[in-house]
């Protein structure tokens, strides 16, 4: 695993903790369909909560949050669509943004609810 990797595991791993510690359940980790995958599905009462996390170690090159492309956006929706056919959900749903900046011993989660 690249350093990389290694950075967004933790990420999505903290991103996890963050929303469970916010009343949300935890339904999927790295859903995959086709080309897209979806970081982590989420419930919070009956909202469907489709989460792209995003980690940087520093601002440097820019937020976490700026990283998410029109392209990757589509892509994630494409897929929300079919895991919702799949789990035959037909509620709400969101898209929302988890940046994470920092390392394991200082860092700073930011959570955007209906980012895209």
Same mark, same amino acid.
Do not use: C
């Given at each position: 695993?690249?350093?990389?990797?290694?950075?967004? /595991?933790? $990420?999505?791993?903290?991103?996890?903790?963050?929303?469970?510690?916010? $009343?949300?359940?935890?339904?999927?980790?790295?859903?995959? *369909?086709?080309?897209?995958?979806?970081?982590?599905?989420?419930?919070?009462?009956?909202?469907?909560?489709?989460?792209?996390? /995003?980690?940087? /170690?520093?601002?440097?090159? $820019?937020?976490?949050?700026?990283?998410?492309?029109?392209?990757?956006?589509?892509?994630?929706?494409?897929?929300?669509?079919?895991?919702?056919?799949?789990?035959?959900?037909?509620?709400?749903?969101?898209?929302?943004?988890?940046?994470?900046?920092?390392?394991?011993?200082?860092?700073?989660?930011?959570?955007?609810?209906?980012? *895209?």
């Amino acid at each position: 695993m690249t350093p990389k990797q290694k950075t967004g /595991k933790w $990420g999505e791993e903290q991103a996890k903790l963050h929303l469970e510690g916010q $009343g949300y359940q935890i339904l999927e980790n790295n859903w995959r *369909f086709g080309k897209a995958e979806i970081d982590l599905v989420a419930k919070k009462e009956s909202i469907l909560v489709f989460v792209e996390v /995003k980690t940087r /170690k520093s601002t440097g090159f $820019g937020h976490p949050e700026s990283f998410v492309s029109r392209g990757q956006a589509g892509l994630i929706k494409s897929a929300s669509e079919e895991y919702q056919i799949q789990k035959q959900h037909f509620g709400f749903i969101r898209f929302d943004i988890i940046a994470i900046t920092g390392t394991p011993s200082s860092f700073e989660i930011l959570h955007l609810e209906d980012a *895209f």
